[in-house]
């Protein structure tokens, strides 16, 4: 999948540059991302504190006008705008509507700390709103799907494939998993068990060939936007490779003597990754 973005609002200095990085760190190179407004200013400097809070550097943006970019070469625009109009776009990509408080402010009533406050709150309600995206888009000829018994094996042997650990993977399968299927094999899966009030997510693998398609990206995408719905309220994980690519989705380092005692007691936590596997978190 290979896909242009672009996002708007009417400065490009808060909004649409929180979504620009985030966008960015999520979909790597497979997307080319963007942003602008209709009376550009320059990028708040809050917008680039708390984005760096979440190793994401901004220092090098800069506001852009969206009279200065190629509507040819835009297929989705996505609009930020909540109390203002928002700049109008001409072009024949997408729409999408995100509609946002502006974080920037000039009232003097409000504190730095308020105004960073603000500042954080839109940026992961930005990150909410990708994560969503994330989950529907597909390489093309793939479709997700909620797991079924029979696939047991053959998630299990995919899982081996990419050296995870198998063990418990059968404890609550089928209905914690969603798999992808491309010609009806399975190439994709993903876990979300449920223990207690929190999940668990586990067994994001991929085949071989679908790597570096935004697959994984999909899957854990989806799993995510499941744990919100199920109205759980974290989601915790180990991980002894890929820990940042799961902070991309803004899971963030957790001490693992610190989880729930539910998690604690699952087998995923209890035994079978090694103490050396980093634990992480992800507040609904």
Known sequence: MHMSVLFLCVANSARSQLAEG????LFGARVVVTSAGSRPGRVNPYAIEVMREVGVDLTTHHSKSVDDVDRDAVELVITLCAEEVCPVWLGAARRLHWPLPDPASDDPALTPDELRARFRATREAILRHLVELAATWLPSGVTLAPAEAA???AVRALAASAALPTDG???????AFVVARRAGAVVGAAGL???GAAGVLRSVVVADRERGTGL?????AERLVAARARGLDAVYLLTTTAADFYQRFGFTAFPRAEVPAAVAACPEFASIC???????????
């Open 22 to 25: 985030l966008a960015r760190r």
């Open 151 to 153: 696939d047991l094996d």
């Open 169 to 175: 993977l059968a404890d609550q399968f089928p209905q």
């Open 193 to 195: 068990e449920v223990h």
């Open 216 to 220: 994984g990206v999909a899957l854990t």
């Open 274 to 284: 090694p103490s050396s596997a980093a634990c992480q978190r992800l507040l609904a």
